[in-house]
């Protein structure tokens, strides 16, 4: 009788162990996820935070305008080859995380696949450009060393930033970004451009 009890508690503790192993696996499966590639042209919006899309969107549209205003038709009509401009400071004066570089590096795509303006590097790009070039007129072979003060000047500078105002009930947000940019004539100081883009978005609940 003993032993027919030890059996049957040996039995149940075996059960208790499938089940729990069986819950397990099925609780395990229901939380792995799958990964898949996407086009990266793909606008996939997962929240109202500003996205990989705004960016590159923005950008070209910002370019787009900048091009139209006088300041290039008329650098054009009294100058040869394309106006030169420097990125100086775009800042991040939202509440949230934008890689500003990313957004920077999608200007200067948007212009440079345009083929009508050139752009010279700055801050710590330049120092390590000119670092470089010391390197070489130690190290390299002189008809290969990059000559010291040919670099080219900027006839122009960009600079802007990034806000936002974000608006909730506890149902519903609203996210709104502004982004401001401004092209500065480095001779004259003379602001030739001033743009504005201005997104908004809503997002339900389940989204935040």
């Given at each position: 009788?003993?032993?027919?009890?030890?059996?049957?508690?040996?039995?149940?503790?075996?059960?208790?162990?499938?089940?729990?192993?069986?819950?397990?696996?099925?609780?395990?499966?229901?939380?792995?996820?799958?990964?898949?590639?996407?086009?990266?042209?793909e606008d996939i919006m997962l929240s109202d935070r500003w996205n990989d899309t705004d960016s590159r969107l923005v950008a070209e549209e910002m370019m787009?305008?900048?091009?139209t205003f006088p300041w290039f038709r008329d650098y054009n009509f009294s100058n040869k080859g394309n106006p030169t401009v420097i990125v100086q400071t775009i800042r991040n004066k939202t509440s949230e995380h934008i890689?500003?570089?990313?957004f920077i590096n999608d200007i200067k795509r948007s212009l440079l696949r345009a083929g009508k303006v050139d752009f010279v590097v700055s801050g710590a790009e330049r120092d390590e450009v000119r670092s470089e070039r010391e390197e070489q007129a130690l190290n390299a072979?002189?008809?290969?060393?990059a000559?010291?003060?040919?670099?080219?000047?900027?006839?122009?500078?960009?600079?802007?930033?990034?806000?936002?105002?974000?608006?909730?009930?506890?149902?519903?947000?609203?996210?709104?970004?502004?982004?401001?940019?401004k092209l500065i004539d480095m001779t004259t100081n003379r602001e030739v451009w001033n743009g504005q883009k201005k997104l908004k978005k809503l997002a339900d609940k389940g989204f935040f």
């Open positions: 009788m003993h032993i027919d009890k030890l059996n049957q508690s040996k039995w149940i503790a075996l059960s208790w162990k499938g089940l729990i192993t069986v819950f397990m696996t099925v609780l395990l499966a229901g939380c792995s996820g799958s990964v898949k590639r996407l086009d990266t042209n787009g305008d900048m091009l890689p500003v570089d990313t072979a002189p008809d290969t060393v000559k010291f003060g040919l670099e080219q000047g900027a006839g122009f500078a960009l600079s802007g930033t990034i806000n936002s105002i974000v608006d909730s009930n506890g149902d519903q947000r609203v996210s709104f970004y502004q982004v401001d940019l």
